[in-house]
């Protein structure tokens, strides 16, 4: 049973690249915020350049917290869009060495510039790092869709991830569909969560996300959530103050 908040690491490039010393104030402030999330929530997830702008890598951002919090659980995505095979067993390598918990392998949003797509697959990756042995020691996970059709994810089920990691959801009835399908399998599901407030609407927007359904009770409708797959991840990437509040209320 584990709920888990998603941070973003700082950005490298903010119209320009960044000072030395602007990169230290940005990790300073990831490093309270994670220090103030970590105190009401089980686990942190670390992004990997969402929208495909650079940022500190997941894997340095994940020690970053641990270092501070132990105990947290700590899980990171990474991306194969712009990265070949070597690059993502290097990434993988250090995820284990520094004792993270698990990695998301997403395919991530195209970059604004440079190559567009390496051509890897995501659940190819996960099946051949299940194949050399590293399931055994970092659980891997990929992502579904909120609305998956379960007779095109074969691919994903094959590769044996250590379980699911969803799109956004907006629904009790999306979640226990899910649940009711992968979890009777031994697969851990985790359904992302976008936090409704003012400050998210933007993001909502852009995930053409419907959240009518649970805008007016956010506490009673990750309860459910929770009470169904067992995991929650909240995400709120511009309204840390309020992801705050609703985790203490959560909790209480």
């Known amino acids: 049973m584990t709920i888990i908040y998603e941070l973003n690491p700082p950005k490298v490039i903010q119209d320009r690249i960044l000072s030395?010393?602007?990169?230290?104030?940005?990790?300073?402030?990831?490093?309270?915020?994670?220090?103030?999330?970590?105190?009401?929530?089980?686990?942190?997830?670390?992004?990997?350049?969402?929208?495909?702008?650079?940022?500190?890598?997941?894997?340095?951002?994940?020690?970053?917290?641990?270092?501070?919090?132990?105990?947290?659980?700590?899980?990171?995505?990474?991306?194969?869009?712009?990265?070949?095979?070597?690059?993502?067993?290097?990434?993988v390598c250090d995820a284990i060495l520094l004792n993270l918990n698990g990695v998301l392998i997403v395919k991530g949003d195209p970059?604004?510039?440079?190559?567009?797509?390496?051509?890897?697959?995501?659940?190819?990756?996960?099946?051949?790092?299940?194949?050399?042995?590293?399931?055994?020691?970092?659980?891997?996970?990929?992502?579904?869709?909120?609305?998956?059709n379960f007779e095109k994810i074969h691919k994903k089920i094959e590769a044996q991830p250590r379980g699911f990691v969803t799109q956004v959801i907006s629904s009790i009835d999306q979640v226990a569909r899910i649940v009711d399908k992968l979890k009777p399998q031994g697969f851990v599901v985790i359904p992302c969560i976008l936090l409704a407030s003012e400050l998210n609407q933007k993001s909502a927007q852009m995930l053409n996300l419907d959240w009518s359904g649970y805008s007016k009770d956010m506490i009673g409708f990750l309860k459910e959530v929770h009470k169904i797959a067992g995991n929650v991840l909240l995400s709120s990437p511009n309204d840390f103050k309020r992801a705050l509040e609703v985790l203490k209320e959560f909790n209480h």
């Open 20 to 91: 030395h010393d602007e990169l230290q104030n940005s990790v300073e402030k990831f490093k309270i915020k994670s220090t103030e999330i970590g105190r009401i929530c089980d686990g942190i997830h670390v992004t990997d350049s969402v929208l495909g702008i650079p940022r500190i890598s997941p894997i340095t951002a994940g020690f970053f917290v641990k270092n501070s919090n132990s105990k947290i659980k700590i899980s990171a995505s990474i991306r194969v869009r712009d990265r070949n095979h070597t690059s993502i067993t290097q990434t």
């Open 111 to 148: 970059p604004p510039t440079g190559p567009k797509d390496s051509r890897l697959v995501p659940s190819d990756v996960v099946k051949q790092f299940n194949e050399q042995g590293f399931g055994e020691k970092i659980d891997l996970y990929l992502s579904i869709s909120s609305n998956p």
